[in-house]
Each structure stands twice: as structure tokens, then as C-alpha cells.
């Protein structure tokens, strides 16, 4: 599966940005998907992931203000990011597990900032 992610970009806080990630295959054939993020100096993290069966997860930081979605028709899904702070800034990549296989698009940046 080959993931291209786009979107990024520079808000200020308070703002909002939407994140597309294309599959190279149909999203409704893919077990999960999600967004990660892994600002300087620190580990990746996950932020949002939508399985299969309709369910979605998000991190305690994401809660209320980021949205995982997707659109099987365009093979993509979207993180929908209001109300974004400073500490949002990172670089967000997009994921698809397909059976034990992980894969990884290339990353957007974000940057919130003033």
C-alpha cells in the first residue's frame, strides 16, 4: 500500500487544517488507518485511527478537536484538526495495517505557531 499524505502547514493557535492521506488501494479493504505524529525529540506517537468495522480511537490530546474520516470513493482519509496549540506542531504521518504489515506514508508538517 502506498499512502501520500498532504495538508500540512503553518496556523496560527486557535486555527484549524484538514490532512488528506490517498491509498493506493481502497481504504474499506484496509484494517485500519490512522494519523501519527512525532514532533523533534520525541517519539512518534498515535493520534487518531479508524478501523474496518466503523470504529475510531484517538489520543487523550486529540480528543474534542481532531476527526478521523474517511471517503472509500477517493481512497482517503482525513484528520480534521480544530482548535490546534503550538504543542500540535509536529510532523504527521499517515498509516495503513494491513494484515502484520504496517505502512507509512511520507509525512506533512504542521506547525502551529504565532
Known amino acids: 500500500v502506498q499512502l501520500q499524505a498532504s495538508g500540512g502547514g503553518l496556523v496560527q493557535p486557535g486555527g484549524s487544517l484538514r490532512l488528506s492521506c490517498v491509498a493506493s488501494?481502497?481504504?474499506?479493504?484496509?484494517?485500519?488507518m490512522g494519523w501519527y505524529r512525532q514532533a523533534p525529540g520525541k517519539q512518534r506517537e498515535l493520534v487518531a485511527r479508524?478501523?474496518?468495522?466503523?470504529?475510531?480511537s484517538y489520543a487523550g490530546s486529540a480528543k474534542g478537536r481532531f476527526t478521523i474520516s474517511g471517503d472509500n470513493a477517493k481512497n482517503t482519509v482525513y484528520l480534521q484538526m480544530n482548535s490546534l496549540k503550538p504543542e500540535d506542531t509536529a510532523v504527521y504521518y499517515c498509516?495503513?495495517?494491513?494484515?502484520?504489515?504496517?505502512?507509512w506514508g511520507q509525512g506533512t508538517q504542521v506547525t502551529v505557531s504565532s
Open positions: 479508524m478501523f474496518r468495522s466503523g470504529f475510531s
Open positions: 498509516n495503513a495495517g494491513v494484515g502484520p504489515t504496517n505502512y
Open positions: 488501494r481502497s481504504i474499506s479493504s484496509i484494517n485500519a
